[in-house]
């Protein structure tokens, strides 16, 4: 009985979260809500929609901003007396290649006149070279670290130490998002109180974080953009017209700079809400609203998106832990940011609580102990409430932008997605509620990937109703400012029962199919992913002996290379690709036990019946190439240079293995020469002979993957065990 109970305990605590997404879902959709307020905003009827320099085009409703805000109605933008306060934008990189490009141009063109862009990067690849043809710019200043110290909040403090004194306030973005060119003028607008309140509250104004732009790129980025849209345009918009707590969500925002200074940045993994609590705990408030949206990324593969949960969920539980009493105890917040707070307390732990209460299910089941004033219809409502409140949520957002048709799928993708992700978000938020210190960083490699190249962010008109009544506490009070020079605290079988069935094990399916379409994602971004392509690039990092080229899972150089093998020529018998150096945080990084295979391209050969005897060997080593561990090597091979493409060499299988940051390892791929006549290999036009070594999939080091069947699978197949169980009984009975 006490599972049965246990599990329901689980299912109603699931259930608050439920109704809170179910009243959010109704507020913003009821049409009575806030009508007849005034407007919070320029309405900017006569303004045209502005393009910035990559070819987005950004319409938002009826709330365009021209050079002027106050030609549309607005009042001016002034601070302090300034018209145009100087503002400073942060931009932390780490090897973002493939969309530094992208970012710098956008914020390099911005219709402002008085701002600054400070970018600190931490790169190890191309991004380096990248960022030389920016140094020269009036607008930006570029710092290149050597050492990732404090990761994302200890370069943030690096730009503000090297922010120009005049700034009135500071903009930070993550490098995969395109700011629309009027971006600071709507986020100024916040800050000149014409949102009501009192303006030396509002410490940060939080924007939408738009993620769209790779949206139709795979059914993984389908769904999550609609989990954004439903998290910024209900969720949120629900917690400003309420005034409760808001958290500073890690881009897309602008804060003063002056409380910056004070604050500073903390070395979390979610510096953003660590942050987000300070503030909150002296009295300063975070106002969100959807009228300042950025377009930017989703995460393409399931290894990215579970590595960003994971450090998102034990980055939050890590703060929450450590600040508890501190924010309970502040007399600076309202109850109702206190009671938001509890909301946000136990948010990543539900993912413990789902595999415990599914866990628990299984076992009231299997022992057929049930609680005898619980029924089996009360139990299948409380299911399928607590299952369709989030994606009923991202189907509002999706409604609210006016594009619930074209990505209603996105909102369907939730449901298993939710299983997905689950039990790697429990180990972590379990390891921040327990762990001394934060781990390393896993940063989220952005591809710089457009599958929506024309983008209108189109709003209905019942949010302008919600955000023209939004509103701070009455009552609160706001803790003294640090003054110059003082030191900022810092942060560290009843009747239905076979219609329930058809409705589990049709879920179960879905969840089985979508998780299966998952391996057709790219693998992408950490050692591990699958293939290692061969490139013309040198390996980053310490050089290497001996030397030799870069093999990653970059699929975008299109330039041909070859490598001839001569016989005549000692300098070509032996060729070494290297990858990177892993890992490249605290923790370990994992590649799986399975077998390694080598895939070669030849350049049209001279006589198809000529061939060459190679060998081919797979082995690790240190960063600067020694130390070097033969893994798996091939016999000779007698390779025809007329073969069918690519050349197959299998090289077998090895055990897994583990690198650890306190020596962290290279992959090593020899092929050396043996003799016969002179081979010329392709490599490095990845679209069309994509020369490359496959090596097993990463292990995530919280490795749960057994447990995405778990949770949606058996209930279904104990519920079908005990039915037959059932029919069998009553057959013994009536053979009696």
Known sequence: MIFAFLA??????????????????????????????????????NSKNNEDPNGFSHRFANNNFNHSPAANGGSPLNYGGDVAPFVSIHLPFYNER????????????????????????DSTDETIETLKRWADHPRVKVIHREERTGFKGGALNVALDNTNPDAKFVVIYDADFVPPPDILQRFLYYFNGNSGGQQDRVAAVQGYQWHILNNKENWLTRGIRAEYSGSYLVERAFQQYLGNMKMIAGSVYMIRADL???????????????????????????KYTPYVATPAECPSSLPRLIRQRMRWAEGHTFNVRRQFWRVMRSSALSLREKLEFLYYTPYYLQSVLLILGTAFWVAAELMNAHLPWWTATLGWALLLSNLFALPLMNLSGLFLEMRARRDLSGSLI?????????????????????????GGWQRTLKTGKITEPLLALK?????????????????????????????????????????????????TATIIVVSVLGTTV????????????????????????????????????????????????????????????????????????????????????????????????????NADGSGYVKLLETPTLLIFHGASLPVVIELGSAPQLQFDASSPKRLRLLIEYLHCRPLNM????????????????????????ILLFVAPVLPAAVHKLRSSRKRGNSRSHSNL
Not at 106 to 119: Q, T
Not at 482 to 493: F, L, M
Not at 682 to 699: D, E, G
């Open 8 to 45: 329901l305990a689980i299912g109603g605590f699931f259930f608050l979260y439920a109704i809170r997404y179910y009243i959010s879902i109704l507020f913003v959709l009821a049409p009575w809500v806030g009508r007849g307020a005034k407007e919070m905003y320029p309405e900017g009827n």
């Open 522 to 621: 790219a693998q992408v971004g950490q050692v591990g992913s699958i293939p290692l392509y061969l490139h013309e690039a040198q390996p980053p990092g310490p050089s290497v002996s001996p030397s030799g080229k870069l093999m990653s899972n970059d699929s975008s150089t299109t330039e041909e290379h070859f490598a001839v093998f001569d016989g005549s020529d000692p300098s070509t018998w032996l060729r070494y690709w290297y990858t990177e150096v892993y890992p490249t945080g605290q923790d370990p990084a994992f590649i799986a036990a399975g077998p390694y295979t080598f895939y070669m391209y030849l350049a049209p050969p001279v006589n198809a019946s000529w061939y060459t005897f190679i060998r081919v060997e797979v082995g690790h080593c």
């Open 98 to 121: 493939n969309v530094a490009d992208r970012i710098l141009a956008a914020c390099a063109s911005l219709d402002y006149p008085n701002y600054e862009v400070v970018v600190v990067d």
């Open 682 to 705: 392709s490599y490095n036009n990845i679209p069309y002979k994509p020369t490359r070594l496959v090596i097993p999939h990463l292990i995530v080091p919280e490795n749960a993957l």
């Open 414 to 438: 939730m449901i298993p997605l939710t299983f997905i992700v689950a039990p790697f978000q429990a180990y972590a938020c379990l390891k921040g509620l327990f762990e001394r210190s934060e």
């Open 260 to 286: 910056l200074r004070a604050y500073r940045w903390s070395e979390s993994l979610t510096e953003d809400w660590e942050l987000t609590l300070r503030l909150y705990e002296d009295g300063y408030k975070v």
């Open 459 to 507: 709003l209905r008109k019942r949010l302008e109703r919600i955000f023209a009544r939004t509103r701070l506490n009455k009552g609160s009070t706001v803790r003294k400012k640090p003054e110059p020079g003082e030191k900022a605290r810092t942060g560290q079988g009843p009747k239905g029962s076979k219609l329930a069935l058809l409705l589990t094990v049709a879920l």
